[in-house]
């Protein structure tokens, strides 16, 4: 992630105060931060697949995928697209963030991790590169088969180009301008059959890969999205109960309102972030009921599991929810 889509005023998800050591321009609208402690501490472990939340001016709050060195234990990088229809945060970034000023950071979390396998296809568009260099770079490292297909509009356009590795014929890039059209089914189709499939780019991209990996097992398809897809309408049109397990309070979900809203409008707390169901850190665990999913982050078996929802979007198809919070 790297785009404005991400969030507004959120929940207290700043954990550390770190300062941009470096800024520099990929391409002519992506900017990428080096951001590090301000006393040279070590800063916290991540791994690939992991975005941190930056807080700005007047409380945005924006998650973007970490894309350097996940073995540099002093810095973080993350890289900025421009929004010219965004809300906000990117036009901060770009027009107004410079070396020496402080940020808020919290994370780094993790709702796209690779796991393990002998053979991965990465499928990236645009600034939807920046979660999959670090899982490239994984692969590589560990002799995995794997394969990267990067679109985007022209090679002028698409950041980090010059650090993908070059040899065994491994990265293939598909610019428009060129008349080179990644061919998303086709690719996903040649995939062995245990492959492990990432995606992270434009909706529509996202949505080509879901439906030429569907028939594949649980999990073999992971997507990342800059912002939330349209949804059905919820399950169920009438309010419902959520019961908070440690406090014993009972509150109820309006059919305008989000569990997350009646919640902190009954003086409970929890961490949240996005608002849109992209990020998983409102994820909470479900105790009884039956939610209604209606996020961007939990797979197949977790939604089938039922034992955690991200009340920031999601619903209840019962008439009451018990959560641990």
Same mark, same amino acid.
Do not use: K
């Given at each position: 992630?790297?785009?404005?889509?991400?969030?507004g005023?959120g929940?207290?998800?700043?954990?550390?105060? %770190?300062?941009?050591?470096g800024?520099w321009?990929?391409t002519?609208? &992506?900017?990428?931060?080096?951001?590090?402690?301000? !006393?040279?501490?070590?800063l916290?472990?991540w791994?690939?697949g992991?975005h &941190?939340d930056?807080v700005?001016?007047g409380?945005l709050?924006?998650?973007?995928?970490?894309?350097?060195?996940?073995?540099d234990?002093?810095?973080?990088?993350v +890289? &900025?697209?421009? #929004?010219?229809d965004?809300?906000?945060?990117?036009?901060?970034?770009?027009?107004?963030?410079?070396?020496?000023?402080l940020?808020?950071?919290?994370?780094?979390?993790?709702?796209?991790?690779?796991?393990?396998? #002998?053979?991965y296809?990465?499928?990236?568009g645009?600034?939807?590169?920046?979660p999959?260099?670090?899982?490239v !770079?994984?692969?590589?490292r560990?002799?995995?088969?794997?394969?990267l297909?990067y679109a985007?509009?022209s090679?002028s356009?698409?950041?980090?180009?010059?650090e993908?590795?070059?040899?065994a014929?491994?990265?293939?890039?598909?610019?428009?301008?060129?008349?080179?059209?990644?061919? &998303?089914?086709a690719?996903?189709?040649?995939a062995?059959?245990?492959?492990?499939?990432?995606?992270c780019?434009?909706?529509s991209?996202v949505?080509?890969?879901?439906?030429?990996?569907?028939?594949?097992? !649980?999990g +073999?398809?992971?997507?990342?999205r800059?912002s939330?897809?349209?949804?059905?309408?919820?399950v169920?049109?009438?309010?419902?109960e959520?019961?908070?397990a440690?406090s014993?309070?009972?509150?109820?979900?309006?059919?305008?309102?989000?569990?997350?809203?009646?919640? #902190?409008?009954a003086?409970?707390?929890?961490?949240?972030?996005?608002?849109?169901?992209?990020?998983?850190?409102?994820?909470?665990?479900? %105790?009884?009921?039956?939610?209604?999913h209606?996020?961007?982050?939990?797979d197949?078996d977790?939604?089938? !599991?039922?034992?955690?929802?991200?009340?920031?979007?999601?619903?209840?198809?019962?008439d009451?929810?018990?959560?641990? +919070?």
């Amino acid at each position: 992630m790297g785009v404005d889509g991400g969030g507004g005023p959120g929940g207290p998800v700043a954990s550390t105060t %770190l300062r941009v050591v470096g800024r520099w321009s990929a391409t002519d609208d &992506v900017v990428v931060l080096t951001l590090a402690d301000p !006393a040279g501490h070590r800063l916290r472990d991540w791994a690939p697949g992991a975005h &941190v939340d930056v807080v700005l001016a007047g409380g945005l709050v924006r998650q973007y995928s970490l894309c350097g060195d996940r073995f540099d234990p002093r810095t973080y990088r993350v +890289a &900025v697209r421009r #929004e010219r229809d965004g809300r906000g945060g990117s036009a901060h970034v770009h027009d107004r963030l410079a070396v020496g000023d402080l940020v808020g950071v919290g994370g780094p979390r993790n709702t796209l991790p690779l796991v393990p396998a #002998e053979e991965y296809l990465f499928l990236a568009g645009g600034i939807g590169i920046t979660p999959l260099l670090p899982m490239v !770079a994984q692969a590589e490292r560990l002799g995995a088969d794997w394969h990267l297909a990067y679109a985007g509009r022209s090679r002028s356009g698409m950041p980090f180009l010059d650090e993908l590795p070059t040899g065994a014929g491994r990265v293939s890039v598909h610019a428009s301008d060129e008349g080179d059209r990644l061919d &998303v089914a086709a690719r996903v189709a040649g995939a062995g059959a245990a492959a492990r499939i990432y995606c992270c780019g434009p909706a529509s991209m996202v949505a080509e890969v879901e439906r030429a990996g569907a028939g594949r097992g !649980a999990g +073999a398809v992971r997507t990342e999205r800059f912002s939330a897809p349209a949804q059905d309408a919820p399950v169920r049109s009438a309010p419902f109960e959520v019961v908070l397990a440690r406090s014993g309070r009972t509150v109820v979900v309006d059919t305008g309102t989000t569990v997350l809203q009646a919640i #902190e409008a009954a003086g409970g707390r929890v961490l949240s972030s996005c608002g849109q169901g992209l990020c998983g850190t409102c994820e909470t665990t479900v %105790l009884d009921g039956v939610p209604d999913h209606r996020d961007s982050v939990l797979d197949a078996d977790e939604r089938a !599991a039922g034992d955690c929802l991200l009340v920031c979007v999601s619903r209840s198809c019962s008439d009451r929810l018990v959560l641990d +919070a």
